[in-house]
């Protein structure tokens, strides 16, 4: 490889580097198990968790049920 073409690849994966870290915010999986979605993490503080406030509301639904729904077993 020559001294130009080693200086191009490494100028292009800087490059690609700071693309990924300042255009693209953080990828993320939808933490909704039937969903899975991947999504672009746009908040400052990287603590979405849903890919749509619809995910969030059907997961806080189904938290809510299974706690009045699950057995005592797991007490103690
Ligand atoms: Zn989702």
């Not at 999986?29 to 400052?44: K, Q, S």
């Amino acid at each position: 490889m020559s001294y130009a073409a080693m200086l191009s690849a490494l100028l292009t994966m800087g490059l690609t580097v700071h693309l990924v870290q300042r255009g693209m915010h953080r990828l993320s999986r939808c933490a909704l198990p039937e969903c899975g979605n991947a999504f672009a993490d746009t908040t400052r503080n990287g603590r979405q968790r849903y890919c749509s406030p619809a995910c969030a509301n059907r997961d806080a639904v189904r938290r809510h049920r299974s706690r009045h729904r699950a057995p005592a077993s797991e007490v103690g």
